[in-house]
C-alpha cells in the first residue's frame, strides 16, 4: 500500500498535472507527500566553447541563471506548500543545488512512487523535451515512476500494456502492490501476432491482478503492427486515465525514450504512465 510520494515540480502544463495528480492520490490515500525543485548546477556551469571576451561573458551568464533558478525553485515550493494546505495535506517541501538524479535517488528510497511530468526541468526552464532527468530515473530508479501528460484525463480505467517481459512484471507488482488504483477496472492488454500468445500473457497478468483482488478485462490483440501503435489507439478509445507498462525495449533505453518505438508514448503522453524498468 502506497504510504509516500516524491512529486518533482515544475512550471510547464505536465508539472502543473503532476502536482494536481500527486495531491489527489495522497489525499484519497492518506499518503505523505514531498514535493522537489531544484537547480542543475552542472548544466549551468558547463563551459562554454573559448572565444575572445568568452570567459567574462560566461560568468556573468552563469551568475544570471542561479538567481533566475533559485527565484524558480522558491516560487515553485510557496506554490507547492499553497496548493496542498489548500487540499488539507500537510506535505514536505525541498529544494536542491547540484545533481538532479542523484538528489532525487536518495530521496526515493524513502517513498513509494516518483511523480513527475514527461518534460520535467531543473535547468531554469519551464520545460524540457526528452527529459535527461527522467530517462535518467526510468532507467535507474529504484521506485516506479507516474509520468503525467499536459492535461489529466478524467478518473477512469487502468490499462495494463503486458508483453511478459522482465520489466513488465515488475511494473505490474509494484503497480498491483502499490495500491492506488484498487478500485478501478482494469484493461489487460497483451500485442503480439500469435493470438495464442497474446491470450496467455493477458491470462497470466490477469490471474495476478485478480489474486490482489482487482476486477480484470482482458483482450489480447494479435496484430503485428507496432505494439506501442495498438497500445496508444486502444487507450485513445477506451479513454484510460493510466497505463501501467515495463520501462524501454529489448535494444535499451535510448531506442524505448527517443527512438520512433515508443517516442509518442512518453515523449507526449496521452494519459498518465506508470512505469518501471
Known amino acids: 500500500m502506497m ?35 531544484g537547480i542543475d548546477l552542472a548544466f549551468i556551469e558547463a563551459p562554454m566553447p573559448g572565444t575572445i571576451g568568452g570567459a567574462a561573458y560566461h560568468a556573468q551568464m552563469e551568475t544570471g541563471l542561479k538567481a533566475e533558478a533559485v527565484k524558480t525553485s522558491q ?3 510557496e506554490t507547492f506548500r ?26 526515493s528510497a524513502a517513498c513509494d512512487l516518483v511523480i513527475a511530468g514527461h518534460d520535467v526541468s531543473f535547468r531554469g526552464m519551464k520545460s524540457e523535451v526528452n527529459s535527461q532527468v527522467l530517462a535518467q530515473l526510468l532507467y535507474a530508479t529504484p521506485r516506479p515512476v507516474l509520468v503525467c501528460p499536459d492535461a489529466l484525463r478524467p478518473e477512469g480505467d487502468v490499462m ?38 497474446a491470450e496467455r500473457l493477458t491470462r497470466d497478468a490477469a490471474a495476478y491482478l485478480r489474486r490482489h483482488g482487482y ?14 501503435a495498438v497500445i496508444q489507439a486502444y487507450a485513445a478509445r477506451s479513454e484510460i486515465e493510466m497505463l501501467v507498462m515495463g520501462a524501454y525495449g529489448h535494444r535499451g533505453l535510448k531506442e524505448f525514450l527517443f527512438g520512433s518505438t515508443t517516442q509518442n508514448i512518453i515523449g ?9 524498468h
Open 215 to 228: 476486477d480484470v478485462a482482458l483482450d489480447p490483440i494479435a496484430s503485428s503492427e507496432a505494439p506501442s
Open 268 to 276: 507526449e503522453p496521452k494519459s498518465c504512465i506508470f512505469i518501471y
Open 3 to 37: 504510504k509516500s510520494a516524491l512529486l518533482l515540480l515544475g512550471e510547464s502544463p505536465s508539472s502543473i498535472a503532476a502536482s494536481a495528480y500527486a495531491r489527489r492520490l495522497a489525499k484519497s490515500k492518506a499518503a505523505h507527500l514531498t514535493g522537489l525543485a
Open 160 to 197: 495494463v500494456a503486458y508483453d511478459g517481459s522482465l520489466p513488465a512484471m515488475r511494473a505490474l507488482q509494484l503497480f498491483a502492490l502499490c495500491g492506488g488504483w484498487a478500485n478501478r477496472h482494469v484493461h489487460v492488454v497483451s500485442v503480439d501476432p500469435q493470438v495464442e500468445t
Open 75 to 77: 516560487r515553485l515550493e
Open 82 to 107: 499553497r496548493d496542498c494546505v489548500a487540499d488539507g495535506l500537510a506535505p514536505t517541501s525541498l529544494s536542491f543545488a547540484g545533481d538532479p538524479f542523484e538528489r532525487v535517488t536518495a530521496l
